[in-house]
């Protein structure tokens, strides 16, 4: 599959709402070169603050600059905007629903051999935590390029996680994102994996071993964790009798717990959950890393078979 | 008027029967001068663009800003009996989404002054000239956020910023000096890059030149260091820390109101 780079997607995309929209301002904790918000700060830097490694204070001015009339951009490093700033996330922007959208870079643990200190992996539940917050976890480039206009023209706060490495592409040009609404990657009959972010391409690649094998898989990517598309969960549970849930996160919070409050309240089925389980991650190669803590096409197939079985 | 925004926050937390009265107290004159003498606001249009904005940082003291924002007309005095009941819009802390006038949700502290530089930085960006004053308490500066705000106020050469710190040297459990010693307060605002105005907080002289003091200050933000009594105004509310966080019996509540006739 081709790869491409998310971050450097919301860089550039930042730059072209910014032209659209004089009202845009950015904020960054010195990251920008690596969230790529250099890039809007080198266009306009009036409408840009390096608010230093202060990611408290940071969420502080973006709710001043919000409560003004501004659509605010905040970029740090997944880990920093959400553990490191959340009673400030909690009620400057959420109690209030504020304006501003959090784009962190570097989720997961593909950012690799920086190790656990900056590996995000409580993110998503922390975000999903907080009132009134959209949470969105783009599948490749063009999807987190979508992401971000919607971010841009929807009222309310956002957070959307994107990846530190390129990462494979598996949308056409000319995908259009509609929020909250899962997207039906490949159809199959026989179970489904729900997915997020980079683990969508891996639950594609583990959807064709498993047709070899004459398993029918499902794939839908649930870019969307919050408002979660209950719907599509209910019609996966329905019509395929068995869910596998998959992220780049740990076990508890994230979307596989998302997936399975839905299911036991609408439509209990079996289901196998593809995640970090409970632990923090070592240094390490991105893939290496991904070998380890079971977040490959090849964990994704066994959960699949797992959960098959026990239909 | 400084004693009748008093009486309504003792009546208020008396009849509530929860709230903090020492540090509303601490924190009367302070408010009294900006919202009847220095604000540009109109309380019939809350959201008026050139408006100069007032944060309350230190959110527990709620009730003297409910206090000023009723008797400038934001709403009716009567509602001052409805604070921190349910369905009330004033809420137990201040809260930017019920409250006509509040313009940020506060109560845990030392996030007001953050929110502060960023309305002035729209204020630049705008090309407006209205000006933004944030009440901070001392304790509150114990919060590292304070710190950071402080370096990025400064950083921004915000002159259209004024901060105050009500200083009533007390804190929920004791003196600040034992609890965690804050000074030399006035040294550390002048060694982040602050213009510093040292004043009596219940002096309304002093108050009013000092918010003329920061109003002329050019390419740096100011800081009032405001030296108050908490519990000012009544006897025996005054320097005692068992009422930072209690209300009022009704006993002491009419005590209280009698000594601010």
Known sequence: ?311 | MAKKLRRHVITMIATAGSGHPGGSLSATDIITALYFKVLRHNPENPQWSERDRFILSKGHAAPILYAALAETGYFPVAELATLRKLDSRLQGHADSKFTPGVEMSAGSLGMGLSFAIGVALAARLDSKNYRTYVLLSDGECEEGQTWEAALSAAHFKLDNLTAIVDCNGMQLSGWTRDIMNLEPFTLKWQAFGWHTIDIDGHDFDQILSAYQGAEKTKGKPTVIIARTIKGKGVSFMENNVAFHGKAPTWEEAERALKELE
């Not at chain 1, 202060?54 to 409560?67: H, P, S, T």
């Not at chain 1, 659509?71 to 959420?94: E, K, N, W, Y």
């Open chain 1, 1 to 311: 599959m081709a790869e491409a780079s998310t971050r450097e997607t919301y860089g550039k995309t930042l730059v072209e709402l910014g032209r659209q929209n004089k009202d845009i301002v950015v904020l960054d904790a010195d990251l920008s070169t690596s969230t790529m918000t250099s890039f809007f700060a080198r266009e306009f830097p009036d409408r840009f603050f390096d608010c230093g490694l202060e990611e408290q204070n940071m969420v502080g001015i973006a709710a001043g600059l919000a409560a003004s009339g501004r659509t605010v951009f905040v970029s740090s490093f997944a880990i920093f905007a959400s553990c490191r700033c959340f009673d400030q996330l909690r009620l400057c922007l959420s109690q209030p629903e504020l304006n501003v959208k959090i784009v962190a870079t570097h989720g997961g643990i593909t950012v690799g051999e920086d190790g656990a200190s900056h590996h995000a992996i409580e993110d998503l539940a922390l975000y999903c935590a907080l009132p009134g917050f959209t949470v969105v976890v783009p599948a490749d480039a063009i999807e987190a390029a979508e992401a971000v206009r919607v971010a841009a023209s929807d009222y309310g706060p956002f957070y959307i996680r994107l990846s530190r490495p390129k990462t494979p592409i598996v949308y056409p040009e000319g995908y259009r994102f509609t929020l909250g609404k899962a997207v039906t990657m490949r159809q199959g009959k026989d179970a489904t994996v729900m997915a997020v972010g980079i683990m969508v391409a891996k639950a594609l690649e583990a959807a064709d071993i498993l047709a070899r094998q004459g398993i029918d898989c499902r794939v839908v990517n649930m870019h969307t964790l919050k408002p979660l598309d209950e719907a599509a969960v209910v019609k996966a549970a329905s019509e395929t009798g068995a869910i596998v849930v998959a992220e780049e996160h740990l076990a508890q919070g994230g979307l596989g717990s998302r997936v399975a409050q839905t299911t036991a309240r609408e439509k209990p089925v079996p289901m196998e959950f593809v995640n970090l389980g409970d632990r923090y991650a070592l240094s390490g190669k991105s893939e290496e890393l991904l070998q380890r803590y079971g977040l490959t096409a090849r964990d994704i197939e066994e959960s699949v078979k797992s959960a098959v079985k026990r239909k």
